[in-house]
Protein backbone atom coordinates (compact mmCIF):
# COMPACT_ATOMS: atom_id res chain seq x y z
CA UNK A 1 0.00 0.00 0.00
CA UNK A 2 1.18 3.08 -1.02
CA UNK A 3 1.92 6.03 2.16
CA UNK A 4 4.02 8.33 4.20
CA UNK A 5 6.16 6.35 7.06
CA UNK A 6 7.21 7.96 10.02
CA UNK A 7 9.45 7.32 12.89
CA UNK A 8 10.17 6.44 15.65
CA UNK A 9 6.87 6.68 16.64
CA UNK A 10 7.63 8.44 20.26
CA UNK A 11 11.23 9.57 21.07
CA UNK A 12 12.49 11.23 24.53
CA UNK A 13 15.48 13.01 24.18
CA UNK A 14 18.12 14.85 26.89
CA UNK A 15 17.99 18.70 25.98
CA UNK A 16 20.72 19.70 24.41
CA UNK A 17 20.69 16.59 21.72
CA UNK A 18 19.66 16.42 18.06
CA UNK A 19 17.86 14.03 17.15
CA UNK A 20 16.76 12.83 13.64
CA UNK A 21 12.69 11.95 12.41
CA UNK A 22 12.78 9.33 9.61
CA UNK A 23 9.72 10.75 6.59
CA UNK A 24 9.30 8.03 3.78
CA UNK A 25 6.96 7.97 1.23
CA UNK A 26 6.24 5.24 -1.83
CA UNK A 27 3.48 7.70 -3.61
CA UNK A 28 6.23 9.34 -5.93
CA UNK A 29 5.33 12.48 -5.11
CA UNK A 30 7.92 15.35 -5.59
CA UNK A 31 6.70 17.53 -2.76
CA UNK A 32 7.22 16.81 0.95
CA UNK A 33 6.57 18.42 3.95
CA UNK A 34 7.53 18.83 8.03
CA UNK A 35 4.80 20.38 10.22
CA UNK A 36 4.92 20.91 13.56
CA UNK A 37 1.78 20.58 15.75
CA UNK A 38 1.24 21.62 19.18
CA UNK A 39 -2.01 22.04 21.54
CA UNK A 40 -4.41 24.59 20.72
CA UNK A 41 -2.40 25.86 17.42
CA UNK A 42 -2.56 25.04 13.91
CA UNK A 43 -0.17 22.96 11.73
CA UNK A 44 2.78 24.98 11.65
CA UNK A 45 5.22 24.52 8.72
CA UNK A 46 9.00 23.81 9.26
CA UNK A 47 10.31 22.85 5.86
CA UNK A 48 9.31 22.26 2.36
CA UNK A 49 10.75 20.70 -0.42
CA UNK A 50 9.72 20.53 -3.64
CA UNK A 51 12.57 18.26 -5.67
CA UNK A 52 15.58 16.62 -4.83
CA UNK A 53 18.43 18.63 -3.38
CA UNK A 54 16.03 21.41 -2.97
CA UNK A 55 14.51 22.67 0.26
CA UNK A 56 13.06 25.74 1.71
CA UNK A 57 12.24 27.70 4.72
CA UNK A 58 9.00 27.57 6.41
CA UNK A 59 7.49 29.39 8.64
CA UNK A 60 9.47 27.74 12.12
CA UNK A 61 12.54 27.12 10.27
CA UNK A 62 15.02 27.49 13.46
CA UNK A 63 16.24 25.21 14.86
CA UNK A 64 15.55 22.60 12.15
CA UNK A 65 17.68 21.40 9.43
CA UNK A 66 16.33 18.62 6.44
CA UNK A 67 18.07 16.94 3.77
CA UNK A 68 16.36 15.57 0.47
CA UNK A 69 18.68 13.29 -1.06
CA UNK A 70 16.12 10.93 -2.50
CA UNK A 71 12.50 11.48 -3.69
CA UNK A 72 11.72 9.63 -1.01
CA UNK A 73 13.22 10.35 1.90
CA UNK A 74 12.99 13.75 3.67
CA UNK A 75 14.40 13.60 7.22
CA UNK A 76 14.69 16.47 9.97
CA UNK A 77 16.66 16.81 12.28
CA UNK A 78 15.70 18.68 15.36
CA UNK A 79 18.73 20.74 16.84
CA UNK A 80 19.83 21.75 20.47
CA UNK A 81 19.08 25.67 18.96
CA UNK A 82 15.49 24.58 18.96
CA UNK A 83 14.69 26.16 21.99
CA UNK A 84 11.25 24.14 22.58
CA UNK A 85 11.77 21.26 20.52
CA UNK A 86 8.63 19.24 22.62
CA UNK A 87 5.79 18.21 20.21
CA UNK A 88 3.98 16.46 17.46
CA UNK A 89 5.55 16.52 14.43
CA UNK A 90 3.96 15.48 11.09
CA UNK A 91 5.48 14.46 7.72
CA UNK A 92 3.20 14.88 4.59
CA UNK A 93 3.80 14.96 0.80
CA UNK A 94 1.75 15.73 -2.28
CA UNK A 95 2.26 15.97 -6.14
CA UNK A 96 4.07 18.67 -7.62
CA UNK A 97 1.28 19.80 -10.15
CA UNK A 98 0.53 23.56 -8.89
CA UNK A 99 -3.39 22.31 -9.04
CA UNK A 100 -2.48 20.02 -6.47
CA UNK A 101 -3.47 20.67 -3.32
CA UNK A 102 -4.91 17.44 -1.18
CA UNK A 103 -1.55 16.39 1.26
CA UNK A 104 -0.94 12.62 2.44
CA UNK A 105 0.24 12.49 6.02
CA UNK A 106 2.24 10.88 7.60
CA UNK A 107 0.92 9.16 11.28
CA UNK A 108 3.39 11.93 13.20
CA UNK A 109 6.27 11.45 15.61
CA UNK A 110 6.01 12.72 18.90
CA UNK A 111 9.49 14.20 20.19
CA UNK A 112 9.86 14.56 24.35
CA UNK A 113 12.21 16.15 25.46
CA UNK A 114 13.33 15.44 29.52
CA UNK B 1 -1.08 38.78 7.97
CA UNK B 2 -2.53 36.12 6.50
CA UNK B 3 -4.09 33.64 9.09
CA UNK B 4 -6.93 30.68 9.40
CA UNK B 5 -9.41 31.05 12.46
CA UNK B 6 -11.38 27.74 13.48
CA UNK B 7 -14.43 28.07 15.48
CA UNK B 8 -15.10 26.83 18.08
CA UNK B 9 -12.02 25.70 19.87
CA UNK B 10 -13.73 22.52 21.07
CA UNK B 11 -17.11 21.25 21.11
CA UNK B 12 -19.12 18.62 23.14
CA UNK B 13 -22.14 17.03 21.77
CA UNK B 14 -24.40 14.02 21.87
CA UNK B 15 -25.19 11.30 19.16
CA UNK B 16 -27.78 12.32 16.63
CA UNK B 17 -26.92 16.28 17.31
CA UNK B 18 -26.01 17.90 14.03
CA UNK B 19 -23.14 20.50 14.29
CA UNK B 20 -21.60 23.52 12.12
CA UNK B 21 -17.75 24.17 12.32
CA UNK B 22 -16.16 26.88 10.99
CA UNK B 23 -13.37 28.41 9.55
CA UNK B 24 -12.47 32.30 8.02
CA UNK B 25 -9.40 33.52 6.42
CA UNK B 26 -7.29 36.72 5.33
CA UNK B 27 -4.99 34.96 2.50
CA UNK B 28 -3.53 37.28 -0.17
CA UNK B 29 -3.96 34.51 -3.28
CA UNK B 30 -6.49 32.42 -2.02
CA UNK B 31 -6.41 28.71 -4.57
CA UNK B 32 -8.29 26.73 -2.34
CA UNK B 33 -9.79 25.21 1.08
CA UNK B 34 -9.52 22.11 2.67
CA UNK B 35 -10.85 20.37 5.18
CA UNK B 36 -9.22 17.14 7.25
CA UNK B 37 -10.11 14.98 9.64
CA UNK B 38 -7.21 14.01 12.29
CA UNK B 39 -8.49 10.94 14.58
CA UNK B 40 -5.18 10.42 16.28
CA UNK B 41 -2.24 10.90 14.14
CA UNK B 42 -2.30 11.61 10.90
CA UNK B 43 -5.02 14.04 9.29
CA UNK B 44 -7.06 12.62 6.43
CA UNK B 45 -8.73 14.59 3.51
CA UNK B 46 -11.91 15.57 3.61
CA UNK B 47 -13.09 18.08 0.92
CA UNK B 48 -11.29 20.43 -1.03
CA UNK B 49 -13.27 24.02 -1.73
CA UNK B 50 -12.40 26.09 -4.57
CA UNK B 51 -15.51 27.62 -5.64
CA UNK B 52 -18.56 29.64 -4.04
CA UNK B 53 -21.61 28.65 -2.99
CA UNK B 54 -21.08 24.79 -4.43
CA UNK B 55 -21.55 21.81 -1.65
CA UNK B 56 -19.15 19.12 -1.33
CA UNK B 57 -21.41 16.56 0.27
CA UNK B 58 -19.93 13.11 1.29
CA UNK B 59 -22.42 10.86 3.54
CA UNK B 60 -23.53 12.97 6.89
CA UNK B 61 -20.86 15.72 6.07
CA UNK B 62 -21.26 18.54 3.77
CA UNK B 63 -18.80 22.01 3.55
CA UNK B 64 -19.10 24.77 1.58
CA UNK B 65 -17.32 28.04 0.46
CA UNK B 66 -18.18 31.86 0.44
CA UNK B 67 -14.86 33.39 -0.84
CA UNK B 68 -16.67 36.72 -0.36
CA UNK B 69 -17.01 36.26 3.01
CA UNK B 70 -14.31 34.45 3.17
CA UNK B 71 -15.34 31.23 5.08
CA UNK B 72 -16.33 28.01 5.15
CA UNK B 73 -18.24 25.64 7.18
CA UNK B 74 -18.27 21.91 7.49
CA UNK B 75 -21.72 20.25 8.75
CA UNK B 76 -22.13 16.92 10.28
CA UNK B 77 -25.56 15.89 10.63
CA UNK B 78 -26.67 12.93 12.85
CA UNK B 79 -23.25 12.99 14.50
CA UNK B 80 -21.42 9.44 15.83
CA UNK B 81 -19.05 8.98 18.12
CA UNK B 82 -16.74 7.89 15.43
CA UNK B 83 -16.76 11.57 14.63
CA UNK B 84 -15.28 12.40 17.84
CA UNK B 85 -11.90 13.95 16.23
CA UNK B 86 -9.70 17.06 15.57
CA UNK B 87 -11.41 18.89 12.34
CA UNK B 88 -8.99 20.98 10.36
CA UNK B 89 -9.08 23.56 7.85
CA UNK B 90 -6.90 24.43 5.90
CA UNK B 91 -6.04 27.34 2.90
CA UNK B 92 -4.08 27.40 0.38
CA UNK B 93 -2.27 30.28 -1.13
CA UNK B 94 1.35 30.55 -2.02
CA UNK B 95 1.87 27.84 0.90
CA UNK B 96 -0.83 25.76 2.94
CA UNK B 97 -2.09 27.57 6.41
CA UNK B 98 -3.59 25.58 8.44
CA UNK B 99 -6.20 26.78 11.59
CA UNK B 100 -5.87 25.34 15.13
CA UNK B 101 -8.50 22.72 14.23
CA UNK B 102 -11.89 22.09 16.06
CA UNK B 103 -11.69 19.34 18.60
CA UNK B 104 -15.11 17.45 18.23
CA UNK B 105 -16.70 15.12 21.25
CA UNK B 106 -19.72 13.61 20.80
CA UNK B 107 -20.83 11.52 23.27
CA UNK B 108 -23.41 8.72 23.37
Known amino acids: DGGITQSPKYLFRKEGQNVTLSCEQNLNHDAMYWYRQDPGQGLRLIYYSQIVNDFQKGDIAEGYSVSREKKESFPLTVTSAQKNPTAFYLC?????????????FGAGSRLTVL | EDKVVQSPLSLVVHEGDTVTLNCSYEVTNFRSLLWYKQEKKAPTFLFMLTSSGIEKKSGRLSSILDKKELFSILNITATQTGDSAIYLC????????FGAGTRLTVKP
Open chain 2, 90 to 97: AVRDNDMR
Open chain 1, 92 to 104: ASSTKNPGANVLT
